[in-house]
């Protein structure tokens, strides 16, 4: 799964996408849909008690339903 690859795991909060805020959910999907597929950002995610950061690399999605 991306989310795997990307280093993140069940439970990180993510805080910043690009050092843009994601205080919710509807935040984190319009942060996403405005990345460029092969763009690398830095996302910021909460873990336990300690915010790390974690380089991202957009990949294209498939889309289900």
Do not use: C, F, M, W
């Amino acid at each position: 799964e991306a989310a795997d690859r990307a280093g993140l795991r069940v439970g990180d909060v993510v805080l910043q996408i690009a050092g843009v805020p994601v205080p919710d959910a509807d935040s984190l999907r319009a942060t996403l849909n405005g990345l460029h597929t092969q763009e690398s950002v830095p996302v910021h995610v909460l873990r336990g008690d300690t915010v790390r950061e974690i380089d991202l690399r957009v990949e294209t999605r498939e889309l289900t339903g």
